[in-house]
């Protein structure tokens, strides 16, 4: 029996299973099975932060792509499932020393890795900006440090589909958001939705793959949580080096896919794209990105050029950090229906047998909405 409520899944599989499987099982990202978890090299600026962090945490790193988003100088982040703290020390150097950085996981050996690093970072940075906090990401609430719109933007790296109650995560997460704050967060999603015999799977739920939400379960799931317009920033084909395991999904005809979504925490965006013949101009101000920059995977703005946007797209920029970076032309006085190319198929160009050219999807393509 396939669920159709993927959120709230009954599974053999529970919080225990999972921390151990990240505590004993694996003691490295070289004991991983597929690449779910193991991400393509971050850019040279990042790897310049990675190089300040203490090895033990760089070792204990099991993410599935990059969660650092542009623009956080003096913000307050929030990690969901940080592990050792690898991503919590790339973002503590971004956010300087005007900055917070709160780090959330399960499961104890992980987090005594990374706050036996703190003392560490704070030398290698010269402040002290991080704190770390046990507990499950489905009960956010138990944790007294995080408050109700108080997070600019929240990170996570491949840990959602760990969860076995999405749906409280992402409102979670809504919740916690300060208006016009974003969840920028990397993960697995699947091509259809993981039958039960691969979801009581105890090593395919710890490789990431068991949990994976199907791509559309997560667009609603996401809508319903409050995030309107989930944007997808960019994703890979998940490679299976496992023999079993490809055997297993091949069984099923499952694919997964690493990627990367941002979601912004705010009211007024609509279901779907509509047009009011606006368009912005990027200035080119946002620190390594002077010739463009991407807001996701088919909204390249280069500098200096009218990029004709819809409205959401609109609102993603005006009402958020990103405001001083772009010029606005336009208004809402007029309504011109819904915006060229807004379309509905896979979303993930790694996809295989998929032309996402013919359903307005692929990087440059004319959909605006495009998950």
Known sequence: MVSTSPDKQSLFVDHSSVSSYYSETLKSSSDLKTNAC???????DIQSLIKNISPEVVKKYYGCGLCIPDELEGLTI???????????YIASQLVGSNG??????????????????????????????????????????DIDALEDNSVDVIISNCVINLCMDKEAVLKNCYRLLKPGGELYFSDVYSNRRVPENLRNDEVLWGEC???????NDFANLAKDSGFKDPRLVEDSRITIQNDEVLEKTNAEGCEFYSATYRLFK???????????????IYKGTIPKNEGGWALDDHHYMETGKIFPVCGNTWRMLKDTR????????GNWDKHYGIFEGCGMALPYKSSTGVDLSATGGGKGGGSCCRL
């Open 322 to 329: 990103f405001e001083r970076h772009f010029d606005f032309v």
């Open 78 to 88: 929030l990690d969901l499932g940080c592990g050792a703290g690898r991503d919590v």
């Open 100 to 141: 917070r950085v709160i780090g959330v996981d399960m499961t104890k050996e992980q987090l005594d890795v990374a706050i036996g690093a703190k003392e560490y970072h704070a030398e290698k940075f010269g402040f002290e900006n991080v704190e770390f906090h046990r507990g499950f990401l489905e009960k956010l609430e």
């Open 209 to 215: 793959l068991s949990g994976a939400l199907y791509w």
């Open 266 to 280: 705010i009211d007024e965006l609509e279901p779907a794209c509509e047009d009011y013949g606006q368009a912005v």
């Open 38 to 44: 193991c991400s393509a090299p971050p850019p040279s």
